[in-house]
Nanobody
Framework: QVQLVESGGGSVQAGDSLRLSCAAS????????MAWFRQAPGKEREFVGY????????SYADSVKGRFTISRDNARNTAYLQMNTLKPEDTAVYYC??????????????????WGQGTQVTVSS
């Protein structure tokens, strides 16, 4: 079992940066694939990116590639989403997710067994 708690959301202006954190419980964090998703009002949950258990592999949605970076600190049981050059269309509730096996497609919400409660990010123009 893994419990995930996101933090770091807020309201910012376009062009600003934010860093979200996802703190995980349990001693098996180092074995889990971690991902970030987001969901805007009236839209489906959207894949943002993922990172492999040892941090050696990652991928991102085209909409955030080059602006967002996912990292992890396995010693602190925490994953991060660094968001730069934020745009109004990045406004959403952001969720972190975890899974032991990293199924395919890695971008599908159905792959992930554990989810945080979400944190709101609002970007104004």
């Amino acid at each position: 079992q893994v419990q995930l708690v996101e933090s770091g959301g807020g309201s910012v202006q376009a062009g600003d940066s934010l860093r979200l954190s996802c703190a995980a419980s349990g001693r098996a964090f180092v074995t889990y694939y971690m991902a970030w998703f987001r969901q805007a009002p009236g839209k489906e949950r959207e894949f943002v990116g993922y990172i492999s258990p040892n941090g050696g592999m990652s991928s991102y949605a085209d909409s955030v590639k080059g602006r967002f970076t996912i990292s992890r600190d396995n010693a602190r049981n925490t994953a991060y989403l660094q968001m730069n050059t934020l745009k109004p269309e990045d406004t959403a509730v952001y969720y972190c997710a975890a899974d032991r096996y990293g199924g395919t497609p890695i971008s599908s919400p159905r792959v992930y067994s554990y989810w945080g409660q979400g944190t709101q990010v609002t970007v104004s123009s």
